[in-house]
């Protein structure tokens, strides 16, 4: 949504820890393909999820995903499009419909605050940012992300029935 600057992380060490071994895997030179994408993606559990109570869960999704690498390629040559779109949150805007943006404060591949900071560019958009949860807060706290949706859709549903 928002560019994360690059000083973004400094000075949080754990982060540093979580996501060296990850970096590990992807600089290895005897793992390719899939095969690689699927151990990038065991290696970078823990920094994917936050509560050490969560991790079993997440890893037992992983081993029934089937994993390609059909974006390596153009991911290494630089041409595969960004996840962050130029003008992400002026665009958002420009579809003037609500917009739940649902975060985990200790996410280490998207500062909280640049939600936070969306927010208040995008005037029909609510962040909730999840305490104790990473990058898969639907795991780390599943019952409050749960009940952030919820109420996102019953307000929604409240607005709808005003202007019937």
């Known amino acids: 949504m928002l560019p994360v600057p690059p000083d973004a992380f400094d000075g949080w060490h754990e982060?540093?820890?979580?996501?060296?071994?990850?970096?590990?895997v992807w600089s290895d030179p005897t793992l390719s393909g899939s095969e690689l994408v699927r151990a990038a993606a065991v290696a970078e559990a823990p920094a994917d999820v936050w509560r050490p109570q969560a991790l079993p869960d997440?890893?037992?999704?992983?081993?029934?995903?089937?994993?390609?690498?059909?974006?390596?390629?153009?991911?290494?040559?630089?041409?595969?499009?960004s996840a962050r779109p130029d003008a992400a949150a002026e665009r958002l805007t420009a579809f003037g419909i609500p917009l739940l943006l649902l975060h985990g404060r200790q996410d280490m591949t998207f500062p909280a605050?640049?939600?936070?900071?969306?927010?208040?560019?995008?005037?029909?958009?609510?962040?909730?940012?999840?305490?104790?949860?990473?990058?898969?807060?639907?795991?780390?706290?599943?019952?409050?992300?749960?009940?952030?949706?919820?109420?996102?859709l019953r307000d929604l549903g409240a607005v709808a029935g005003r202007m019937a």
């Not at 640049?114 to 706290?141: F, K, N, T, W």
């Open 15 to 24: 982060r540093d820890a979580r996501l060296a071994v990850g970096s590990a």
């Open 58 to 81: 997440y890893q037992r999704r992983l081993e029934s995903i089937h994993f390609t690498a059909e974006w390596l390629r153009p991911w290494r040559a630089g041409v595969l499009p």
């Open 113 to 152: 605050h640049l939600a936070e900071d969306a927010e208040r560019l995008i005037p029909s958009a609510r962040a909730v940012v999840l305490d104790d949860a990473g990058h898969m807060a639907h795991l780390d706290q599943p019952g409050p992300w749960l009940g952030a949706i919820t109420d996102f």
